[in-house]
Every structure is written in C-alpha cells, then in structure tokens.
Nanobody
Framework: EVQVAESGGGLVQAGGSLRLSCAAS????????IGWFRQAPGKEREGLSC????????WYADSVKGRFTISRDNAKNTVYLQMNSLKPEDTAVYYC?????????????????WGQGTQVTVSS
C-alpha cells in the first residue's frame, strides 16, 4: 500500500523558515515524482514544487521560486520542502503527493496518492 505523510508544519513569524517533510512508503517503481501543494481557506489548491526520482529534475511555481527548495533523502524515502522568507500569504495547509511511474517532474502531473496535510501559519 502506498502511503505519503507530511510533517513539519507549525506557526512561524513572517521572514522565518520551516522545513516540511514528506515520507513516502510502498512505492515499488523506481520512477516516481513527489509534489508539494497548498490550499488556503477559500482558495483553490496550488501546485508549488515537484521532484523526479529518475533524474532529480525539479519544478517550482513562480509564487515560491527563490524562497522554497525541494530536496530528497533517498535513504529515508523522504522529500523535503525548505521554506524560507515566509510571508503571511503562505499560510495554508500543505500537502505532498506521489505519482508513478513518472519520469519527469512537471506541473501537469495528476497525482494518485496524497497525504493528509500539515498546517503552516505565518504571522505578520
């Protein structure tokens, strides 16, 4: 059974940093992509970033480019989202998702497996 689970959310002041973790298990394919999303109250879900297990390619939404960094620890089957220079408008529930077999990271992937989400609140 494929499972993905986020952790690391919390309350942080504007300008601060948080690192979210996405632990993935049960993925039997070598080629998969992990994506990060967020959804703020009253807003649509927004794709933020993704990372390919095949070639390490990444993608970032313009809203987070230069502030957020996606990375992975293969030994721990974990993908991280380092979030710096946080703004109040970054407040949302953050989700990670997995899809396979997928070779390249791009924003149009339709993910099959989703975590439960972790709350990130940025105070002004």
């Amino acid at each position: 059974e494929v499972q993905v689970a986020e952790s690391g959310g919390g309350l942080v002041q504007a300008g601060g940093s948080l690192r979210l973790s996405c632990a993935a298990s049960g993925i039997t394919f070598d080629d998969y992509v992990i994506g990060w999303f967020r959804q703020a109250p009253g807003k649509e879900r927004e794709g933020l970033s993704c990372l390919s297990s095949s070639d390490g390619s990444t993608w970032y939404a313009d809203s987070v480019k230069g502030r957020f960094t996606i990375s992975r620890d293969n030994a721990k089957n974990t993908v991280y989202l380092q979030m710096n220079s946080l703004k109040p408008e970054d407040t949302a529930v953050y989700y990670c998702a997995a899809d396979f077999p997928v070779f390249f990271c791009h924003p149009a992937i339709s993910y099959d497996y989703w975590g439960q989400g972790t709350q990130v609140t940025v105070s002004s």
